[in-house]
């Protein structure tokens, strides 16, 4: 069996450690770049390469952000109601809920749920920022808007047990979202639901 030579391997290797790439669809976009116009490669390399040199989170909320601004655009937005946090597990969340127009808060990205199983504890992702956010300001309402699966509402019950002696207004997505799914894969219909019908944690 012919062995691809080692810089085609090397991008198949790659393409195959990305989520949802196996083997065969890594070959296909190897070999599609190996016969694109350079300038298609180019443009690929530069993205790459920017994406991880022009980019940072956001001191406030950990949302993706451009790099040294310190601060996103929902952050330092006038016109978001500063009286509602929304939590939500990855950057990707913020970007589908904001696709509905249906909310004006604020967001906490956590950049993951507690998983004993892989060794993710409340250390491992922004709670602690989370909670000393919260009791630095007055939110009248915390959704949280981790996902419906196994670790999102464990994740969830966690948050709840440590917000409710603040004494503030804590709620949960409810309606639409399937147990197991993932907020970025729902249609906007559905989230809008989810919104609008969020439930008390109590």
């Known amino acids: 069996m012919q062995n691809l030579p080692k810089p085609v391997q090397?991008?198949?290797?790659?393409?195959?450690?990305?989520p949802g790439i196996g083997p065969k669809t890594a070959s296909r976009l190897t070999f599609f770049l190996l016969r694109a116009p350079e300038d298609i490669s180019q443009s690929l390399a530069d993205a790459l390469k920017g994406i991880k040199e022009n980019t940072g989170l956001c001191e406030v909320c950990f949302n993706i952000t451009i790099k040294d601004t310190h601060i996103c655009e929902i952050c330092a937005s006038e016109t978001r109601d500063?009286?509602?946090?929304?939590?939500?597990e990855e950057p990707l969340d913020v970007l589908a809920i904001e696709k509905t127009a249906g909310y004006n808060g604020l967001y906490h990205v956590l950049h993951g749920v507690l998983s004993?199983?892989?060794?993710?504890?409340?250390?491992?992702?922004?709670i602690k920022e989370l909670y000393e956010r919260i009791k630095n300001n007055d939110f009248?309402?915390?959704?949280?808007?981790?996902?419906?699966s196994m670790e999102g509402d464990a994740t969830a019950m966690y948050l709840h047990e440590?917000?409710?002696?603040?004494?503030?207004?804590?709620?949960?997505?409810?309606?639409?979202?399937?147990?197991?799914?993932?907020?970025?894969y729902a249609d906007q219909s559905t989230l809008l639901r989810s919104l609008a019908g969020r439930q008390n944690l109590d």
């Open 140 to 148: 009248k309402e915390v959704i949280l808007a981790t996902n419906p």
């Open 82 to 88: 500063r009286d509602v946090l929304c939590v939500v």
């Open 116 to 126: 004993p199983i892989e060794g993710i504890g409340p250390e491992d992702i922004k």
């Open 162 to 184: 440590r917000l409710s002696p603040l004494g503030i207004r804590v709620t949960r997505l409810a309606l639409g979202l399937p147990v197991g799914g993932d907020l970025e």
């Open 10 to 18: 090397n991008l198949v290797d790659a393409f195959s450690r990305l």
